[in-house]
């Protein structure tokens, strides 16, 4: 065999096995991008249920507290604003998760106004409509830190494939760019202070 011909069956070899490298993390890239759109369908989705449930505890709270109007104003608006922030699940980035989890973080803390409210009303906690709803809210609030975790361990394994040495090569080449995670918001770590 020629010098010429050998280094052409290597190079063609090299290529080969290179291309198939290539084709696998690509492969894998694409699953753990999808399992990240996934998961972070499960986010919206949780998020969503929540904005369900807010009109129907905000009419149950309005006819027990009638005069209590700047808070459950204030629970709608944070409703609004929460459902107007949509992030394209292809535009993952910390940014913008960081403005979607402001936004929720305020709809978050008007219903803990509106439930501070509430038990200022005998009869409204005796309504079994609302005590219901408040059930609801609750498992609701569990199903948002369940779905918010499995993004983030989603995302965990996306950026891994990512940034590791080779992929972090052929990854951006191929469009593949690191994903926003949630974070734990500001004073999260401080323990509320309850007082009687």
Not at 68 to 91: G, H, M, W, Y
Not at 145 to 158: C, G, I, L, P, S
């Amino acid at each position: 065999m020629k010098k010429g011909t050998l280094v052409i069956v290597i190079l063609l070899a090299i290529l080969m096995i290179g291309g198939c490298m290539t084709c696998n993390l690509q492969k894998t890239l694409v699953n753990t991008d999808e399992n990240v759109k996934s998961k972070w369908g499960e986010v919206q989705n949780q998020y969503q249920r929540r904005a369900d449930l807010v009109p129907n505890l905000v009419a149950t709270v309005k006819g027990a507290a009638a005069h209590e109007n700047k808070t459950l104003t204030d629970v709608i608006n944070a409703r609004a604003k929460a459902t107007s922030i949509q992030v394209n699940p292809d535009n993952l980035t910390p940014e913008k998760i960081r403005e979607f989890q402001q936004a929720q973080g305020e709809l978050s803390a008007a219903l803990g106004r509106l439930m501070v409210v509430s038990e200022a009303y005998p009869q409204l906690q005796a309504n079994q409509n609302f005590l219901a709803l408040q059930d609801q809210l609750e498992g609701t609030e569990n199903r948002i830190t369940v779905a918010r975790k499995n993004f983030n361990d989603a995302v965990q394994e996306y950026n891994v494939q990512v940034r590791t040495f080779p992929n972090n090569i052929f990854a951006g080449m191929l469009g593949f760019e690191k994903r926003g995670m949630f974070e734990a918001e500001a004073g999260a770590q401080k323990v509320p202070q309850v007082q009687f």
